[in-house]
């Protein structure tokens, strides 16, 4: 159960005076209010039995002191126990105790879910709108990667790793021995130089030792079976696409670029782009598609009080469903055009949208268009469009064999439904002002830099999607707080010194006026 909220009021208290007003713990302290934690959670906590429990406030400011300070469990506590600015932070008097380490991970796993975390997030998010902290309008929306905790290991090691693992249950099973019939010779992957035939091999036998095992399963034995077949059953398995550790299941390769390529996950954001405050949060595997849960980012941001006028990013979130859900509720689009969406020459095609016509570079123009349907790879179908030049003006052009090789008639440019309007926002984008708002994109590459470097996100600090969540919306929460202190601070200073200057210019201002009156 919950006790009551204690107070600093011991006679040791006094020792908290040494720590500097301007001491960034003491100014996230003076912005955020923290009291909304313990209703938040109180639901998971007895109201009346059980021994008294630690204070979520408590608990949840001793997980942000780990991601501010980028601190381990263990870590937090002993350096909380020698630290007065983190006593006063967490509420606590210098000679109160500290709760166990062990506790920190049961308040993560038990007491605080991942909706848990959302609201807290969407909570100080809501704070700092109504303190006019936030007053820009224009959000932007990243993703950026977290090593895992972990080695990626081939498909070969995995099954090696499986089998060894259902020969340990059998001997659980049956006290410490193995039936009769278990071939415990697992094949040397390693000198096979075949990458395919080893991974064939390895599979076969495999399959072979669990139907071995299975008459002689027993309850240790039937789980190890059951998670060998998922495994198996998993065609990305094999492609090495899917499970790549046994310690990690949820971790998955990703790709940065072509060539550069990660394992482990993305953590999707949206910021606003005046104050560098995020306000929302995603995570998710490495192999996720990025700006697939862009509506969930864009509806969190504004149930927290964010109005959003603007949204920028770079090329890989120019998708039709993010333009047609920007365009629905009437949000600017700061997304450069993608090439993969848009594969129009503008140095040798442009289209006028009231006639419907496509002009080459030497002037000629469309006379036709046909409706047609393709069938995608997926097996979707496509509307797409065949636009035909004049014939005539094809034949005499000077670069008909370049533009169509040694083809008859006119030449003929196929596109997409969408390309039509893609062309204009193209060249919307090549305005003076689209420029000078894309620019405010860079402040994600700050933030991205800021919570690997300084905040533990460059690699993961658990197992699993779950453990990530956390971590990557601790941090979120770790970093707004010590912007919104900085922003505030910022503000005082302002204030101070248009305040300064209002006594600096009074004594001529009355001055003058005296001199005028006079006159």
């Known amino acids: 159960m919950l006790r009551p909220n204690q107070s600093q009021t011991n006679f040791f208290s006094v020792l908290y005076d040494r720590i500097p007003e301007d001491h960034l713990l003491k100014r996230i302290a003076n912005a955020v209010d923290f009291s909304f934690i313990n209703d938040l959670v109180a639901d998971s906590y007895c109201a009346s039995f059980g021994r008294p429990a630690k204070e979520p406030e408590l608990m ?8 501010l300070y980028n601190l381990s469990d263990v870590k937090v506590i002993e350096e ?20 166990d380490p062990s506790l920190l991970a049961k308040f993560r796993t038990q007491r605080l879910k991942d909706i848990s975390l959302d609201e807290i997030l969407k909570e100080i998010v809501q704070q700092c709108v109504d303190k006019g902290i936030i007053k820009g309008t224009t959000l932007a929306v990243d993703a950026t990667h977290t090593e895992a905790n972990c080695k990626k290991q081939v498909p070969e090691r995995i099954m090696k790793h499986l089998a060894a693992k259902v020969f340990a249950a059998l001997e659980a099973d049956h006290n410490g021995q193995l039936p009769a019939g278990i071939d415990t ?29 299975e008459p002689f399963a027993g309850f240790a034995t039937k789980g190890i079976i059951e998670e060998v077949k998922e495994v198996l ?7 090495q696409k899917g499970l790549r550790s046994l310690a990690d299941r949820d971790a998955r390769v990703g790709y940065k670029s072509r060539e550069d390529s990660f394992f482990g996950y993305k953590t999707e954001y949206t910021m606003t782009t ?13 192999a996720y598609v990025d ?35 920007l365009e629905q509720k009437k949000i600017e689009s700061v997304i450069p055009v993608s090439s993969c969406a848009y594969k129009i020459d503008e140095d040798l095609f442009a289209y006028n949208k009231d006639s419907d016509e496509w002009f080459c570079r030497t002037g000629n123009r469309t006379i036709r268009k046909k409706q047609r349907l393709r069938k995608l790879e997926n097996g979707k179908k496509a509307l797409y469009f065949t636009y035909t030049f004049d014939k005539e003006i094809c034949k005499d052009c000077p670069y008909r064999e370049e533009c169509m090789g040694r083809g008859s008639g006119g030449r003929r440019l196929l596109i997409s439904e969408n390309t039509p309007a893609y062309y204009q926002e193209s060249q919307r984008q ?4 689209f420029l000078e708002k894309y620019r405010k994109r860079a402040c994600e590459e700050w933030k991205n830099a800021e919570m690997k470097r300084f905040h533990g996100l460059a690699r993961a600090i658990g197992w699993g999607l779950r453990s990530m969540s956390f971590q990557a919306k601790f941090t979120a929460i770790a970093v707004n707080l010590k912007r ?4 505030i601070r910022e503000n005082n200073r302002k204030n101070a010194g248009s305040t300064a200057l209002i006594f600096c210019l009074f004594p001529k201002i009355r001055l003058f006026l005296m001199l005028k009156i006079a006159v």
């Open 233 to 239: 059953s998993d065609e990305k398995f094999m492609l």
């Open 484 to 487: 919104i202190a900085n922003l």
């Open 185 to 213: 010779n697992i094949p040397d992957y390693k000198k096979i130089q075949d990458h395919k035939e080893a991974k064939r091999i390895m599979k076969e036998y495999l399959e072979k030792t669990v139907k071995a095992a």
């Open 430 to 433: 090549k305005s003076p002002e």
């Open 80 to 99: 909380a126990n020698c630290n007065l600015a983190y006593l006063w932070f967490l509420g606590l008097n210098p000679d109160d105790p500290l709760p």
């Open 291 to 325: 700006g697939t849960e862009f509506h969930e980012l864009l509806e969190k941001t504004e149930e927290a009080g964010v109005k959003v006028e603007a949204v920028t990013a770079d090329k890989a979130y120019f998708r039709k469903d993010i333009l047609d859900e």
């Open 60 to 67: 949840a400011k001793l997980c942000i002191l780990e991601r």
């Open 274 to 286: 005046d104050e560098r405050i995020i306000t929302a949060v995603e995570v998710h595997d490495g």
